[in-house]
């Protein structure tokens, strides 16, 4: 399939006290394809995911995910554009308030799925990430690790077309990061699409990859 999942063109935002974020921020991911960028401190990355998600929104210039133009006053187009896109990292978080289960299981609910789908995916997403035995458990009992792997199940659970990953490694150990990479590349063979953002470049090669770089408020 060649249709964009996401599209900016020509892309202006600053920040609350005026200083540029971005200006014309031009970039698109097609399904099926994961975007790898790169940036240091205050390159944006936040900024970019913030508005691919509909948490904040562009000066000028168009930003269009899943087809829909992401633009205020569209609150239910950006919640519906927003169940379709799972997250680790960055902005992404467990709710401290749910269990991990629940926690994992969320998207799923949100989606109305059965009871017993929601059984099934989220005990198997539990198992494949090593938390079966914290299911019960809330975020602020996990470890720092703990805590990716959850992210990164509730991010797996419900198939949505796109992940968004904040620094996948980080903090990880080595043969974690490993794990990690081998669900990456899993994923980016599935045909779902994928955004990974980090300071620097991955280690491992991913296929169906495209590489970006913001640098002076343009994507490189």
């Not at 709710?95 to 949100?110: D, E, G, K, L, R």
């Not at 539990?126 to 914290?134: A, K």
């Not at 994923?187 to 779902?192: F, K, T």
């Amino acid at each position: 399939m060649d249709e964009n999942i996401v599209e900016m063109g020509n892309v202006y935002l600053d920040s609350a006290k005026g200083d540029e974020i971005f200006r014309n921020l031009n970039f698109s991911l097609k399904s099926g394809r994961t975007a790898i960028i790169t940036g240091g401190p205050g390159s944006g990355k936040t900024s970019f995911v913030e508005m691919v998600v509909g948490r904040q929104f562009a000066k000028s210039g168009s930003v269009e995910v899943f087809g829909q133009i992401i633009k205020p006053g569209r609150r239910g187009i950006v919640n519906k554009v927003r169940r379709q896109i799972g997250g680790v990292g960055g902005i992404f978080e467990l709710i401290p308030s749910y269990t991990i289960a629940q926690n994992i299981s969320f998207p799923i609910v949100v989606a109305a799925k059965s009871k017993k789908y929601r059984h099934e995916r989220t005990l198997k997403m539990l198992t494949e990430f090593s938390l079966i035995n914290r299911a019960g458990d809330y975020p602020d009992d996990l470890t720092r690790v703990q805590k990716t792997l959850a992210l990164f199940a509730r991010a797996s659970v419900a198939n949505q077309p796109l992940i968004i990953i904040d620094e996948p490694s980080a903090g990880m150990d080595q043969s974690t990061s490993e794990r990690i990479f081998k669900y990456l590349h899993d994923v980016s063979m599935s045909g779902l699409s994928m955004i990974i953002l980090g300071s620097e470049k991955i280690k491992y090669d991913l296929p169906n990859t495209d590489y970006y770089e913001f640098k002076n408020g343009t994507m490189e």
